[in-house]
């Protein structure tokens, strides 16, 4: 079987850093991805990892260890309009399989 | 490309009747998957085609979910009977390519079962 281990809510104030972690156990692996949805929204396509490292968008990084079957988002310079929720998502034999997400506060 | 197309964006239905939700992939896309999305249970994938082809289906709750794609610019997931644990956001979502990491989806279609 396969399982997504992601925190259910993340609060962070506006303009810091924050980090959300995924750790994750599959039968086999691609690689991991991230996806944000706001209330009312479609989930949407942010980054993805098939080795290990660092990789970075904009505000947005994403980190991978195969290793440890851990992965983070990693969010810079928070903005209110980041707040949204946060899906860890891993391609698993062709589908992509999501953990249950992490709901992102941010306070003013 | 307008992107993934789903309707209805709403549905009301009461317990016991048929619903029959549609998605337009983005053309060229040849990979299509339906997921469902409560507070409980997350993003579950029901089940996902390629070329037209269902794949797995090992999503689909019980018999009474089936899937059908009869083309590459359209599917349906049809609930009959609907129930009310049946209530919940459905997505259709479609990618480039098998094993491509990227989905793109649909706006979603709210479900509610009375």
């Known amino acids: 079987g396969q399982s997504l281990e992601q925190p259910s809510e993340v609060t962070a104030v506006e303009g810091a850093i924050v980090q959300i972690n995924c750790t994750y156990q599959t039968s086999g692996f691609y690689g991991l991805s991230w996806y944000q949805q706001h209330d009312g929204g479609a989930p949407t396509f942010l980054s993805y990892n098939a080795l290990d490292g660092l990789e970075e968008t904009g505000r947005f990084s994403s980190f991978l260890s195969r290793s440890d079957s851990y992965g983070y988002l990693l969010l810079q310079e928070l903005q209110m309009k980041d707040s949204a929720s946060y899906f860890c998502?891993?391609?698993?034999?062709?589908?992509?399989?999501f953990g249950k997400g992490t709901r992102l506060h941010i306070l003013p | 490309d307008a992107g993934v197309i789903q309707s209805p964006r709403h549905e009301v239905t009461e317990m016991g009747q048929e619903v029959t939700l549609r998605c337009k992939p983005i053309s060229g896309h040849n990979s299509l998957f339906w997921y469902r999305q409560t507070m409980m249970r997350g993003l579950e994938l029901l089940i996902y085609?390629?070329?037209?082809?269902?794949?797995?289906d090992s999503g689909m709750p019980e018999d009474r979910f089936s899937a059908k794609m009869p083309n590459a610019s359209f599917s349906t997931l049809k609930i009959q009977p609907s129930e009310p644990r049946d209530s919940a956001v459905y997505f259709c979502?479609?990618?480039?390519?098998?094993?491509?990491?990227?989905?793109?989806f649909g706006q979603g279609t709210r479900l509610t079962v009375v």
């Open positions: 085609f390629n070329n037209n082809v269902p794949i797995d």
């Open positions: 998502a891993v391609l698993l034999d062709d589908k992509i399989i």
């Open positions: 979502a479609s990618s480039p390519r098998v094993g491509n990491t990227e989905a793109f």
